[in-house]
């Protein structure tokens, strides 16, 4: 049966579908005062801490212009220029304060669940008393907050003085660890071996005077606070003395390249100091590399047998190949005279590339030609010269960067191009000097081999080393 529809009976059906039941009028007022004392207690919260900031700000500002420049810069290292934890205690009273408000008003602000909410306020309130413990046990001044009273000892000047003594000793330590690998290098290419049994025998009461220094640090022993550093550099120069075998390597080369008659050939790099803080960075920097790089120049460095290994695989550019001819003499000479056509001469200059890169005896006859060399001594030195312009091409390809002697302690001297280190090498090699540099470079290319030796500490101390064994070359030059 269908009932006729009138306008009353629409309005009436209006009427109860736009108008709220009174279920619903009471949910929404509960839900109104909740959020209205919410945002009024957020307020009132802002207002007490606006004002209660500026009054400890006002006060603390006052108290250190009173007590003159030292508590003003102190000042400055206060957050909003209030006592040392009065923010970290203003945010978590906010976040308590808010955080029960919020679990008070769950219902009528319909929160699903206030566990996570309970669990974060659970770990503000730990983490809040935790800090204020450990604060108290470091001895936090109760006294004035800035720490400037005449009442009380001024623990932030012996904190840092803890603190640079702790990094001196720390430093100190990592020194003496690249010392013992450094002497127990030198000490295979000495035949002395009671020097390096007395370095580590310095290098252990060393130890222990530094662990002792270190727990009266912990303890906060104000004698030791106040000693660390010249602590820290006594026992440095109890060890890296002149007798440590490895201060005795560098303090060989530098008395005889300072005599002999390789002097002028240092000239560029800073003299008998620039080539071994050269020789040192320059090691690290190519174990920087990898192994394959450094295996070749360690090889370059010492001038040792340029095997085939050596070399990258993969042919040789023509242009890199003719730039290593023409950079040897004797093969220059061999193979570029007459003067061959342009063309002729890359072509020429690469196929002697891959052919002087290989040992067999093959590749021994077809270069050595009759007529081009005078002998075969003749031939091996400059096959030997051949091959070391093309391991210098192929260690400039992969790392050409100049080295920086400032971490050895050079200074006022230019970064060291890789080509004028091993030019200066060569020079070196023509002297009586020559083997006292070879010990040099056996060393320094063994620190930057070992594992255990890390780069930062192995300049610490060569900056050490160069500086006892320069004093001891100079005592020793008549």
């Keep these: 049966m269908r009932v006729p529809w009138s306008p009353a009976a629409s309005h009436l059906a209006g009427g109860l579908i736009l108008s709220p039941g009174p279920a619903l009028a009471q949910e929404a007022s509960p839900m109104a005062w909740s959020v209205g004392l919410v945002i009024g207690t957020l307020v009132l919260f802002v207002a007490v801490m606006a004002w209660l900031l500026a009054l400890l700000a006002g006060r603390l500002l006052a108290e250190a212009r009173a007590a003159g420049a030292a508590a003003l810069m102190r000042l400055t290292e206060l957050p909003c220029g209030v006592p040392d934890g009065t923010i970290r205690a203003l945010i978590s009273c906010f976040i308590v304060i808010f955080g029960f408000l919020l679990i008070g008003l769950q219902k009528p602000l319909g929160l699903a669940s206030a566990e996570a909410l309970t669990g974060f306020i659970g770990a503000v309130i730990s983490f809040y008393f935790v800090t204020r413990n450990g604060e108290a046990r470091q001895g936090s001044p109760l006294g004035s907050p800035l720490g400037v009273s005449s009442d009380t000892p001024a623990p932030v000047a012996e904190a840092g003085q803890a603190a640079a003594g702790s990094t001196a000793l720390a430093r100190a330590r990592g020194v ?202 003749e031939f091996a030195a400059g096959l030997r010269e051949f091959r070391g312009r093309l391991l210098d091409q192929a260690l400039d390809a992969v790392d050409a960067a100049p080295l920086d002697l400032a971490p050895a302690g050079i200074t006022g001297v230019p970064p060291v191009a890789q080509p004028a280190l091993r030019e200066a090498l060569a020079a070196v090699r023509q002297a009586p000097e020559a083997a006292a540099v070879d010990r040099l470079a056996l060393l320094l290319t063994g620190m930057a081999a070992n594992p255990d030796l890390k780069r930062q500490e192995a300049m610490a101390l060569l900056r050490h080393q160069l500086a006892v064994a320069g004093g001891a070359a100079g005592a020793a030059a008549p």
């Design 176 to 377: 003496l660890d690249a010392a013992s690998v450094a002497a127990g290098l030198a000490a295979r290419l000495a035949p002395d071996f009671s020097l390096a049994q007395r370095a580590e025998a310095a290098a252990t009461g060393a130890r222990q005077v530094l662990d002792a220094t270190a727990a009266a640090l912990h303890a906060g022993d104000a004698a030791a606070i106040a000693g660390a550093v010249a602590t820290a550099d006594g026992a440095i120069r109890r060890v890296i003395g002149p007798d440590n075998p490895a201060t005795a390597v560098i303090a060989a080369a530098l008395t005889r390249l300072g005599s002999g008659g390789a002097a002028p050939a240092l000239l560029g790099l800073g003299g008998p100091a620039g080539l071994v803080a050269a020789l040192g960075i320059g090691a690290f920097q190519a174990m920087a590399q990898g192994t394959e790089h450094f295996a070749r120049w360690k090889a370059r460095v010492l001038d040792l047998p340029y095997a085939a290994g050596l070399f990258p695989p993969g042919p040789v550019d023509a242009a890199v190949a003719l730039s290593a001819l023409e950079l040897s003499p004797i093969f220059a000479r061999a193979f570029l005279a007459p003067e061959p056509a342009p063309a002729a001469r890359f072509a020429l200059a690469a196929r002697l590339a891959l052919l002087a890169r290989q040992e067999t005896p093959a590749v021994q006859e077809a270069l050595f030609q009759p007529g081009r060399f005078a002998d075969a001594a």
